[in-house]
């Protein structure tokens, strides 16, 4: 054989071996790896062509992604069991499905060699153990409960479900004027203030469909036969939050749903489960249960927010009243009535001028500075001068010199106004950042402003101040927050929703004890013989009233606390300090026992 011939049987020799080791895994091994590296690559077709039969595994593995919604899948294989022409690889399958949900298992593939070749024998438990030739795996989201919003009792107060949205658009109407009147007859038996007049200003000013009304599931069933029909008028029904008493702290609710709505969802829970060819489930393969998100806790009290509530609806005045729980900061209540509501929430964060209430301040200061305890006598004549400014008492009353307790008892502007005068410029800021007033409060589901009061080296514009009159402001939240101090002894950190921490922006300075006493003593004598006696049959109450003149009358307040709750009143341009005692008064007395 010559050399040539020789050496063209070698490089035949190699191109055959060549050939041989690239036509694939020769081993059971081999060829099961190779079948779930498809797989996990999503390469449905070349999985199946590595099958007996490559048409059914096809439409099988496709089904499993397509079905399990699925975004990865990490595949890999185990120990290989050989008899002859058969074997046993052991796999684990890994899939990642939507929203991080994972889900493993393992299983084992049936191998056959067939001219010399080592392929997977098709069956549907390839995909899963557990999955019949005729089943499919199909992926349930399980929602979970929403949320649901609870008083300080337990009660709910807002809970998961469908609010009903009606709008009225007069331009799409064929009758304005007609469609206006039946909408209003319908939405009276919910709101019996609405007025078709009104409701059709309303409407046409909007720039858009006017939402006349948000009604419950409940609520529209009663009206949409009167509803229905009518041109010009639209419903939509979305997911809301749902007061369980629509009279309940309106404006308050209103408030919180806006802070929680996107916390109400819980994680859904999850399954696979096998469908047969009917479409019915035959079985579940893994199951996650959902998580349900904890429903809120609001500190807001039913008892004593119905008590407020009721007592500031008797006005027809705007009247408003900020109820906390000394001892923990918790809002137990924060009411206002319709004429309030025009204006937003004004109870948490409207800024009036707070009259005499903040002669509590002024005292507070006093003491601090040591210009004066309650027994000091201090002159009370019917005017003083300060600087070029005269400052009267009411009616121009005068008791002589005093104690500084009495003078607080009878609400002297003179006595106040002097001591005032008397202080450094930050001595009431400081003051009134100890009994909580003038702090940034953030709180969840309620938006506040407690008051503002600036430091001021002017005499005249302090000796304003002192009585409340100057540049000071409050909100009734902020002086409701001066009682709670008062009675607990240092300020506490409001707060509406549990869990929710309250953020307070600037320094609390901590009063002395004596400086405490010495309010709560005066504070107790108001009651007992001051300008509060009205409310001294309602127990043992400590309080403060305040008349605070504005243009065009004078606001009535009243501040103080008994037990554990403490509380401001204000009523906007309500005259005589009497009237504000006499709306707490009121709510004291409507409160059951205990409170």
Same mark, same amino acid.
């Given at each position: 054989?010559?050399?040539? #011939?020789?050496?063209?049987?070698?490089?035949?020799? @190699?191109?055959?071996?060549?050939?041989?080791?690239?036509?694939?895994?020769?081993?059971?091994?081999?060829?099961?790896?190779?079948?779930?590296?498809?797989?996990?690559?999503?390469?449905?077709?070349?999985?199946?062509?590595?099958?007996?039969?490559?048409?059914?595994?096809?439409?099988? $593995?496709?089904?499993?992604?397509?079905? $399990?919604?699925?975004?990865?899948?990490?595949?890999?294989?185990?120990?290989?069991?050989?008899?002859?022409?058969?074997? !046993? #690889?052991?796999?684990?399958?890994?899939?990642?499905?939507?929203?991080?949900?994972?889900?493993?298992?393992?299983?084992?593939? *049936?191998?056959?060699?067939?001219?010399?070749?080592?392929?997977?024998?098709?069956?549907?438990?390839?995909?899963?153990?557990?999955?019949?030739?005729?089943?499919?795996?199909?992926?349930?989201?399980?929602?979970?409960?929403?949320?649901?919003?609870?008083?300080?009792?337990?009660?709910?107060?807002?809970?998961?479900?469908?609010?009903?949205?009606?709008?009225?658009?007069?331009?799409?109407?064929?009758?304005?004027?007609?469609?206006?009147?039946?909408?209003?007859?319908?939405?009276?038996?919910?709101?019996?203030?609405?007025?078709?007049?009104?409701?059709?200003?309303?409407?046409?000013?909007?720039?858009?469909?006017?939402?006349?009304?948000?009604?419950?599931?409940?609520?529209?069933?009663?009206?949409?036969?009167?509803?229905?029909?009518?041109?010009?008028?639209?419903?939509?029904?979305?997911?809301?939050?749902?007061?369980?008493?629509?009279?309940?702290?309106?404006?308050?609710?209103?408030?919180?749903?806006?802070?929680?709505?996107?916390?109400?969802?819980?994680?859904?829970?999850?399954? #696979?489960?096998?469908?047969?060819?009917?479409?019915?489930?035959?079985?579940?393969?893994?199951?996650?249960?959902?998580?349900?998100?904890?429903?809120?806790?609001?500190?807001?009290?039913?008892?004593?927010?119905?008590?407020?509530?009721?007592?500031?609806?008797?006005?027809?005045? *705007?009247?408003?009243?900020?109820?906390?729980?000394?001892?923990?900061?918790?809002?137990?209540?924060?009411?206002?009535?319709?004429?309030?509501?025009?204006?937003?929430?004004?109870?948490?964060?409207?800024?009036?001028?707070?009259?005499?209430?903040?002669?509590?301040?002024?005292?507070?200061?006093?003491?601090?500075? /040591?210009?004066?305890?309650?027994?000091?006598?201090?002159?009370?004549?019917?005017?003083?001068?300060?600087?070029?400014?005269?400052?009267?008492?009411?009616?121009?009353?005068?008791?002589?010199?005093?104690?500084?307790?009495?003078?607080?008892?009878?609400?002297?502007?003179?006595?106040?106004?002097?001591?005032?005068?008397?202080?450094?410029?930050?001595?009431?800021?400081?003051?009134?950042?100890?009994?909580?007033?003038?702090?940034?409060?953030?709180?969840?589901?309620?938006?506040?402003?407690?008051?503002?009061?600036?430091?001021?080296?002017?005499?005249?514009?302090?000796?304003?101040?002192?009585?409340?009159?100057?540049?000071?402001?409050?909100?009734?939240?902020?002086?409701?927050?001066?009682?709670?101090?008062?009675?607990? /002894?240092?300020?506490?950190?409001?707060?509406?929703?549990?869990?929710?921490?309250?953020?307070?922006?600037?320094?609390?300075?901590?009063?002395?004890?004596? !400086?405490?006493? /010495?309010?709560?003593?005066?504070?107790?004598?108001?009651?007992?013989?001051?300008?509060?006696?009205?409310? !001294?049959?309602?127990?043992?109450?400590?309080?403060?009233?305040?008349?605070?003149?504005?243009?065009?009358?004078?606001?009535?307040?009243?501040?103080?606390?008994?037990?554990?709750?403490?509380?401001?009143?204000?009523? @906007?341009?309500?005259?005589?300090?009497?009237?504000?005692?006499? !709306?707490?008064?009121?709510?004291?007395?409507?409160?059951?026992?205990?409170?």
């Amino acid at each position: 054989m010559s050399t040539r #011939v020789f050496s063209t049987l070698i490089a035949a020799a @190699v191109a055959v071996a060549a050939a041989g080791c690239s036509s694939g895994p020769q081993g059971p091994a081999q060829a099961a790896e190779a079948f779930v590296s498809d797989f996990a690559d999503h390469d449905v077709d070349s999985a199946a062509d590595r099958t007996s039969q490559p048409e059914r595994a096809r439409a099988a $593995l496709g089904s499993a992604w397509d079905q $399990l919604q699925a975004e990865k899948l990490v595949a890999t294989t185990g120990a290989a069991r050989v008899t002859g022409d058969t074997a !046993v #690889v052991d796999y684990t399958y890994e899939w990642h499905l939507p929203k991080d949900r994972v889900w493993a298992y393992q299983g084992q593939l *049936q191998m056959g060699r067939a001219d010399g070749k080592w392929q997977v024998r098709w069956s549907a438990a390839d995909i899963h153990p557990q999955l019949g030739n005729t089943q499919t795996l199909q992926l349930r989201s399980n929602p979970a409960p929403r949320a649901r919003v609870n008083e300080r009792s337990g009660g709910d107060v807002l809970v998961p479900g469908s609010l009903y949205r009606v709008q009225f658009k007069p331009s799409a109407s064929s009758d304005p004027n007609g469609v206006s009147v039946a909408l209003a007859n319908a939405l009276r038996r919910f709101d019996d203030k609405i007025d078709a007049a009104t409701l059709l200003r309303a409407a046409r000013r909007s720039d858009g469909p006017y939402t006349a009304a948000q009604l419950t599931e409940w609520e529209f069933g009663e009206v949409n036969s009167a509803l229905m029909g009518l041109s010009g008028v639209t419903f939509s029904k979305e997911f809301d939050l749902v007061p369980t008493d629509r009279h309940f702290a309106p404006d308050l609710m209103t408030q919180i749903r806006k802070t929680v709505i996107d916390e109400v969802d819980g994680k859904a829970g999850w399954s #696979v489960v096998t469908v047969n060819s009917n479409g019915v489930d035959t079985d579940v393969l893994e199951e996650v249960d959902p998580q349900t998100s904890p429903s809120f806790s609001l500190s807001v009290d039913r008892y004593v927010q119905n008590s407020a509530q009721r007592a500031v609806d008797a006005r027809t005045e *705007q009247a408003m009243m900020v109820v906390v729980q000394p001892s923990t900061g918790a809002i137990l209540a924060v009411a206002q009535n319709e004429a309030a509501d025009k204006d937003g929430p004004v109870a948490a964060t409207g800024l009036y001028p707070p009259g005499s209430t903040f002669k509590t301040v002024t005292a507070a200061a006093a003491m601090t500075a /040591g210009l004066a305890t309650p027994d000091t006598v201090v002159p009370c004549p019917s005017q003083i001068v300060v600087g070029e400014r005269t400052i009267p008492n009411y009616d121009l009353f005068s008791v002589g010199s005093v104690a500084m307790a009495t003078a607080y008892e009878r609400s002297c502007n003179t006595s106040f106004a002097k001591l005032a005068s008397e202080l450094e410029g930050d001595d009431l800021r400081t003051a009134a950042a100890a009994l909580g007033l003038g702090l940034d409060y953030t709180i969840a589901g309620l938006p506040t402003a407690s008051g503002s009061v600036p430091a001021d080296h002017d005499l005249v514009q302090r000796a304003e101040d002192g009585i409340g009159q100057g540049k000071v402001l409050a909100s009734p939240f902020g002086m409701a927050l001066v009682a709670a101090t008062v009675a607990h /002894g240092s300020a506490p950190v409001p707060y509406l929703i549990a869990g929710h921490q309250t953020q307070v922006s600037g320094d609390r300075p901590q009063l002395k004890p004596e !400086v405490i006493d /010495g309010l709560r003593l005066m504070m107790r004598k108001v009651v007992l013989g001051g300008t509060a006696e009205r409310i !001294v049959d309602q127990g043992e109450v400590y309080g403060k009233t305040g008349e605070a003149e504005v243009d065009g009358g004078s606001h009535s307040w009243f501040i103080g606390y008994r037990g554990d709750l403490a509380w401001a009143t204000l009523v @906007v341009r309500g005259g005589s300090s009497d009237n504000a005692v006499a !709306v707490t008064r009121d709510m004291v007395a409507a409160l059951p026992p205990g409170y």
